[in-house]
């Protein structure tokens, strides 16, 4: 089953166009681009994930901001008789996700374009919502997870990941931040669409507004995760992904060179690799 919804319409203003347009320019295409390593980055989750997610044969399973939907296949598979809807803001991520699917024969998996905090789910029409980093880019948390509290059967689960705090006790934060500091001003300044969907990535950071988002739900659960990230083979390559998400793409040899020794610690048999930590919840639509 590969249905490709029609879009629904919505006025040019609404209230995540500013995401909308990060996900369907630049950034999005560079996700898409970059399917794998960017599942190879965040890859350690999905076992949290989904041991969380206790997905069973038959269930109906929605992926919020799905991207190129490599959780929403997994999800479909776990469901066996039921089946998984992936649901995101990004026509070239949905592409991507629609090829894959299609490349590993996947049957019971459709995605629809659409903005999760306002897309019209059918009421109840699902046991189970997850998403792996997909759910901090809305303009209004509460009205978003509301939203998806309706498409939820009651007693339905809530799973997600998203990350903690950026801080200089963490492994990724603070090589980020000097290899940030390496690349100034071209680094940021330089592609404020990255820089503005890198600040929605932490909006959600701080528990207390997870909760206050959360207010229709109940048992709801904040746990903390230390996870690992996936860079690059080696620091080069690592290197050669972070200025792929730069204008340039490329730096003077003496910064590239401070960039890769900045890496080198990190760097192992499994290839460049940094803790990260991240914030795993889950949550009930009361019965
Ligand atoms: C960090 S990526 C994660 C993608 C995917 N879950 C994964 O693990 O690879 C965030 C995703 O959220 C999507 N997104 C952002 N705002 C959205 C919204 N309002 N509704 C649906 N999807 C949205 C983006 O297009 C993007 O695909």
Redesign the pocket.
């Given at each position: 089953m590969t249905t490709h919804a029609a879009p629904q319409a919505r006025p040019a203003d609404h209230p995540?166009a500013r995401?909308?347009a990060i996900?369907?320019g630049p950034v999005?295409r560079h996700?898409a681009a970059q399917?794998d390593r960017?599942?190879a980055m965040?890859g350690d989750?999905d076992d949290h994930l989904f041991a969380a997610a206790a997905i069973g044969d038959g269930d109906r399973v929605l992926?919020?901001?799905?991207?190129?939907?490599?959780?929403t296949r997994i999800a479909a598979r776990l469901a066996g008789r039921g089946r998984a809807v992936g649901?995101?803001?990004?026509a070239p991520?949905l592409d991507r996700a629609r090829a894959r699917t299609a490349a590993e024969g996947v049957a019971n998996v459709s995605y629809e374009l659409?903005?999760?905090?306002t897309?019209r789910f059918p009421a109840g029409g699902y046991d189970v919502a997850i998403?792996?980093?997909?759910?901090?880019?809305?303009a209004d948390h509460a009205a978003?997870f509301g939203n998806v509290a309706r498409a939820l059967r009651p007693g339905g689960r809530l799973v997600f990941a998203c990350p903690q705090p950026a801080s200089p006790d963490i492994e990724e934060s603070r090589a980020l931040g000097m290899l940030a500091k390496l690349l100034g001003e071209q680094g940021a300044a330089a592609s404020p669409e990255s820089a503005d969907?890198r600040a929605?990535?932490a909006s959600l950071s701080d528990p207390r507004r997870v909760r206050a988002a959360l207010a229709a739900y109940t048992d709801v659960d904040v746990t903390a995760l230390t996870i690992e990230t996936y860079w690059g083979k080696d620091p080069a390559d690592a290197v050669d992904f972070l200025l792929s998400r730069t204008p340039d793409a490329s730096v003077p040899r003496v910064t590239r060179k401070a960039m890769e020794d900045t890496l080198t610690p990190h760097a192992g048999g499994r290839g460049v690799r940094m803790k990260a930590r991240v914030w795993l919840v889950t949550a009930t639509r009361p019965s």
């Open positions: 995540n995401q909308e996900w369907n999005g996700w399917q960017y599942d965040s989750l992926d919020i901001g799905c991207g190129a939907g490599t959780v649901v995101d803001i990004s991520l659409g903005d999760a905090q897309h998403s792996r980093g997909g759910v901090m880019f809305f978003a969907a929605a990535m």
